[in-house]
């Protein structure tokens, strides 16, 4: 394969779209694209071979089937039909199908699908608020002139026409309101839409980052690799230091996991773990990441403490909140680390197993209200060259886990952040 075929086929499997090269027949005989994780998540290869018409629901068949048999005549098809992923999601798809000719006949069809879920919801939304304004506003400029009507009637019998002329200024107040509410919709819809604009823009960047990342970590893998097999040959510092080298590639193996799972390009793997444990190795290392002046205490209650989350995840939702807790106390100070167990109740209503419970508390400056408030919010930080991110993050990877994220600060005091999750009733191994 040469240079500039590589390059290319780098970016057709870095695409969010779902990529298909399909034969006369409509049969799958080439995949691409993250978009394909869709379909199927544990590889695109599981589509080879499959008619494409078999992936679409019974009711659609009919529909994708002309849209072929359209494109066999050489035309270019374009739809959007919903489509229900490998895990039972309805989503709405926009398809390109398009024919390939070789020497004067049909060879294949490009088959390239997109994600348009948010922009089909965004639009339906904008509808039904349009539909509900408009109805408003129909109805109150009938009232508007049965109210006028009725009022001209009684200014030619009664000389008090005083109260009438101000009651059709309230209804025209009240339809300049309305009028007033749907620009301000508009502007909201228009700002929802830069915003997912944005988004995308975003995990195109960071997906693209992830993977170069994750290419350069297989060169350190390698060598550390190397060294472990001579590990015999080292001082015990050096063997340690070598142990702490290993987890931080570990840790940085998550973290691209964690990136690609922000930006859509690598599925969640939820697995049942005991939380404590978790903690305790989590902790090792983060005791060597915050550095000496920064001391990490742990209290961990007897027993079994099973969740249902994915470790990599949960490690990377710890260290973001240590690593909030070390610039809180302006790195040097304690983090106190809980672990533990609490009744029905709390976060979640729908959680009727008990609740498991992982806090970090600090004795920094404390947050005020109007901080707390928006803590979660995507972009918002308080940190000069902070990306407002990261617990964004951790709130996203909580409640994926059917929990929730509380918090207890005050200024002056320090912050304490739980993170609690549903107790999982399955067994462990």
Not at 224 to 253: C, F, I, K, W
Not at 318 to 334: I, S, Y
Not at 374 to 401: C, D, H, I, N, W
Request: hydrophobic letters at 40%.
């Amino acid at each position: 394969m040469s240079e500039g075929e590589g390059r290319y086929r780098q970016f057709v499997e870095a695409s969010t779209d779902c990529m298909k090269e399909l034969d006369r027949d409509g049969v799958i005989r080439f995949v691409a694209g993250m978009g394909c994780l869709a379909l199927a998540p544990e590889g695109g290869d599981r589509l080879i071979g499959m008619p494409w018409l078999a992936l679409w629901p019974d009711e659609a068949r009919d529909m994708v089937a002309r849209v072929l048999e359209r494109a066999a005549a050489g035309e270019r098809v374009d739809f959007v039909s919903p489509r229900r992923t490998s895990l039972g999601a309805m989503r709405w798809w926009e398809v390109t199908v398009a024919p390939v000719v070789a020497a004067d006949a049909l060879d294949h069809f490009i088959v390239i699908s997109r994600d348009v879920t948010e922009r089909v919801e965004l639009q339906v939304a904008l509808e039904s608020i349009n539909e509900l304004l408009q109805a408003r506003l129909n109805e109150s400029v009938a009232r508007s002139a049965n109210a006028s009507t009725r009022y001209g009637t009684l200014l030619e019998r009664l000389e008090d026409e005083h109260g009438a002329r101000r009651e059709a200024e309230r209804r025209v107040d009240g339809l300049a309101g309305q009028l007033d509410m749907a620009n301000r919709a508009l502007a909201l819809a228009e700002a929802a839409t830069h915003q997912a604009q944005k988004q995308h823009a975003i995990g195109q960047l960071v997906s693209g980052i992830a993977h170069d990342f994750n290419n350069m970590l297989q060169t350190v893998i390698v060598s550390l690799s190397g060294l472990q097999e001579a590990a015999d040959e080292l001082t015990p510092h050096q063997r340690r230091m070598l142990n702490y080298a290993v987890e931080g590639t570990r840790h940085a193996t998550a973290l691209t996991r964690r990136l690609l799972a922000f930006a859509r390009s690598q599925p969640e793997r939820a697995e049942p773990m005991d939380l404590g444990e978790v903690v305790a190795n989590f902790v090792d290392f983060a005791r060597h990441a915050m550095s000496g002046r920064v001391g990490i205490e742990v209290f961990r209650q007897p027993g079994d403490l099973p969740v249902w989350v994915d470790r990599h995840h949960l490690e990377q939702a710890l260290m973001n909140v240590c690593l909030n807790a070390r610039d809180a106390m302006e790195g040097h100070g304690e983090i106190v680390i809980e672990v533990g167990e609490r009744p029905m109740g709390g976060v979640r209503e729908s959680v009727r197993t008990g609740q498991v419970f992982v806090s970090v508390a600090d004795n920094g400056g404390g947050m005020p209200e109007e901080v707390r408030d928006r803590l979660f919010e995507p972009y918002f930080t308080t940190k000069e060259g902070g990306s407002g991110l990261g617990l964004a993050q951790v709130y996203g990877m909580v409640a994926q886990a059917g929990g929730g994220v509380e918090i207890e600060s005050e200024s002056g005091v320090g912050t304490k952040v739980r993170l609690v999750f549903p107790r999982y009733a399955g067994p462990l191994d």
